[in-house]
């Protein structure tokens, strides 16, 4: 549980993060531990992804970017498990991206 803590507050650390560098590595972390251990993931679900949540609309559109292409991939690895953080996902997720000039954001949203 210890360990659960840490990680949930170090990536909710680099999610948050002033410089964008960090907030993209964040995310990429996400996405690796989404792959490779998706228990400690789900076991922390609502918390992590309000941190990521404020991704899917970064100022920063590498971040954006990154954010909307892990959540691509992310989907089907969660699946029924994403039920608890849907009703905030959608939103960020279409809320401006799909009416984004930058064509590799609208094309991920």
Do not use: C, W
């Amino acid at each position: 549980a210890l360990e659960s803590e840490e990680y949930v507050r170090d990536l909710v650390g680099l999610l948050n993060a002033k410089d964008f560098r960090e907030r993209m590595g964040g995310v990429r972390q996400l996405l690796l531990d989404t792959e490779g251990s998706p228990a400690l993931v789900l076991a922390n679900i609502v918390k992590i992804f309000d941190a990521f949540k404020p991704r899917l609309h970064d100022s920063n559109s590498k971040v954006n970017q990154a954010a909307l292409e892990a959540m691509h991939k992310m989907i089907p690895l969660l699946k029924d498990h994403l039920a608890p953080v849907i009703n905030m996902l959608i939103p960020a997720i279409v809320d401006n991206n799909l009416n984004s000039k930058n064509p590799a954001i609208y094309t991920a949203a």
